[in-house]
């Protein structure tokens, strides 16, 4: 597959913030808010994601979706935040992971994220809020 990475990243317009960790259910199948995120990007001319709260878990390096049982079915077609991390990553998106969160869901340090996801300290996001043209939370 190609490398879909823009060598020499724009400033983003809009900044994108995920705080609520959603896993999914067996009717969703289509969309979320990091599938939505990628939409946006294209249509808003850049978008950076800032996942704060249990949304940090989304870049959690080595975890494995775990399937759902259901009586005797199995269901292990629910969707991999981490696969959208990933891609989003490989659209050029840059996706920044609150410290603090890190550090309360056992994420911080070497190896805790998915390659790509930066840390950033809570007050170091908000004052970049005004460089962008756009807030907004999904």
């Given at each position: ?48 994601i800032?996942l704060?709260?249990?949304?940090v ?27 959208d991390?990933?891609n989003?990553?490989?659209l ?9 969160d ?19 300290p ?6 970049r809020?005004s ?8």
């Open positions: 597959m190609a490398d879909r990475r823009d060598p020499a990243p724009r400033q983003a317009q809009v900044l994108a913030i995920v705080e609520r960790a959603y896993r999914g259910a067996v009717e969703k199948q289509f969309v979320d808010s990091l599938y939505l995120a990628a939409e946006l990007n294209r249509q808003l001319g850049g978008m950076d800032l704060r709260g249990q949304a878990t989304y870049a959690a390096r080595d975890v494995r979706m775990p399937s759902l049982r259901l009586g005797k079915r199995v269901i292990d077609t629910l969707t991999d935040p981490r696969a991390v990933r989003l990553l490989d050029g998106m840059r996706v920044y992971a609150d410290e603090s890190l550090i309360t869901y056992g994420l911080a340090g070497e190896g805790g994220c998915l390659d790509g996801v930066q840390p950033v809570a007050d170091e996001a908000a004052a809020w460089s962008y043209r756009m807030v907004c939370f999904l």
